[in-house]
């Protein structure tokens, strides 16, 4: 529906068309994916001229509260770089398999930690890094292949990707994004005026045809997750890794961007496409391992990329509070840390599986071999959504994950404790997929 038929526009110069769009954003008014009038529509409702409008979706554009994709028109974005309104409740009783957060179960106790701690005082003017924190990280990546470099500690991994990119791309840039990907990359992506140039995925991660076709578009990145794929739950074997350097040879100067945002929890080897790279940044988090409110990343890169991050990380936050660092130093010190990491792992793996079992016993069709998430292909994402929500079970549409690629829905499995819950959700999807019976008529 074209928004005039419920919020009208107005202003009679840019700025305050665009404060009225945003006004209507911010205010729930306009939602993400509605799209706006046409320029010549807006312009003919406003009485002004169509350059007038265009200017003003073009300010829209470059501050990312809406994307414009061809014959889609202009639509505010899926999310749009203002306060989050609070999602409306569910019913009681409803499984939330929408988050995308670990098992809460399944983090380290953190009051311990922070009991044994004892920090110093810091000032400004020392060092960014924690020593301690930094040679964890070093043995950790080194143990999974990353090629040597040196580490920024940044705010969690889209920080990382947020640094990396501002360090190289320039507004109007081209980056190769997975699709289906990580909505909030899209949203980044628009809020730093970069455009995306989707590559597909499969359970194997990206294709490496695709990623050919896409990097024939002269991006200036590559932002990749090489396992824990959110959403399809794909991870790099070691065929797809190699054939996908390959294809990065013939484009020395991309720089490869990789998301490990679940780390050791990932349930899949690590395999980078970053060696033998000019520029490259590895971002390991510790969000889904030890949990998203450490808001802690490290950042191993080509000595120049890293440097523009900490440069610019020190204009801005200055660097990552130790307090915080000395606390993802001590957990990872900690062999119990270790032992729960991969009792972590084992779990979501069980339960990835125990899903896409019980949803084949079903005759349905979905993978999640790496991660918390399990993907499965559908027709009509927003039918299913609702009929699963009716049945008690809240489920991600595909819809934002995706620029090109088929409707599907995500289903995180972190909290799917229990096998008969995985049995219970694979027949109410099998219900809401069936075709709807016709009664005959008397
Ligand atoms: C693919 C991907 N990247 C990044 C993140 C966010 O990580 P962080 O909390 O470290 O910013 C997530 C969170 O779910 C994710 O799925």
């Known amino acids: 529906m074209n928004v005039l038929a419920r919020y009208q526009v107005t202003g009679r110069h840019a700025q305050e068309i665009v404060a009225s769009v945003e006004a209507a954003v911010h205010a729930g008014q306009l939602a993400p994916g509605d799209a706006l009038p046409t320029v010549r529509e807006l312009a003919a409702e406003l009485e002004v001229s169509p350059g007038t409008v265009a200017a003003a979706y073009a300010a829209l554009r470059r501050r990312g509260l809406v994307v414009t994709a061809g014959r889609r028109g202009t639509r505010v974005s899926g999310r749009p770089p203002l306060p989050a309104r609070p999602a409306p409740p569910r019913r009681a009783g409803t499984h939330d398999l929408v988050s995308g957060n ?31 924190l930094v040679d964890l990280a070093h043995a950790q990546l080194d143990e999974d292949g990353v090629p040597a470099g040196p580490i920024a500690v940044v705010s969690g991994a889209l920080d990382g990707i947020e640094r990396a990119l501002a360090a190289h791309a320039r507004p109007g840039d081209k980056v190769a994004v997975e699709d289906p990907g990580y909505p909030p990359v899209f949203d980044l992506l628009a809020a730093l005026g970069l455009a995306p140039e989707p590559v597909r ?9 695709a990623l050919d076709r896409a990097l024939a578009a002269r991006p200036v990145a590559l932002v990749a997750t090489p396992r824990a794929q959110n959403p399809t739950g794909a991870a790099l074997g070691a065929g797809r890794a190699t054939e996908l350097a390959r294809v990065l040879d013939h484009h020395p100067d991309v720089l490869v961007i990789e998301d490990d945002h679940a780390g050791q929890v990932a349930g899949a080897p690590y395999r980078t ?20 409110d450490l808001r802690l990343a490290v950042l191993r890169g080509d000595q120049d990329t890293v440097d523009r991050v900490e440069g610019r990380q020190l204009l801005g936050p200055g660097w990552v509070s130790h307090l915080l660092q000395a606390t993802v130093a001590a957990l990872w010190a900690d062999p119990a840390t270790t032992r729960l990491l991969e009792r972590a792992a084992r779990a979501y793996a069980d339960r990835r599986s125990a899903l896409v079992a019980a949803l084949a016993r079903h ?18 994402e927003a039918r299913t959504t609702a009929a699963l929500l009716d049945a008690g079970w809240a489920v991600a549409a595909g819809e934002p994950y995706r620029l090109r690629s088929a409707p599907a829905l995500r289903v995180t499995v972190a909290t799917l404790r229990d096998r008969d819950e995985a049995e219970q959700l694979a027949a109410a999807l099998a219900a809401a997929l069936a075709p709807t019976r016709q009664t005959r008529p008397a």
């Open 102 to 132: 670990p098992d809460p179960e399944l983090l380290p106790a953190i009051g311990p930690v922070l009991a044994g701690l004892a920090p110093g005082v810091r000032l400004y003017g020392e060092s960014p890094n924690l020593p301690a």
């Open 201 to 209: 995925v499969d359970r194997g991660g990206p294709l490496p045809d």
């Open 273 to 292: 496409l970053a060696a033998g790279r000019r520029h490259w940044a590895v971002v390991r988090s510790v969000s889904k391992a030890l949990g998203p």
């Open 363 to 380: 005759g349905i069709g979905g993978h999640g071999d790496s991660g918390l998430n399990v993907w499965i292909p559908v027709k009509e």
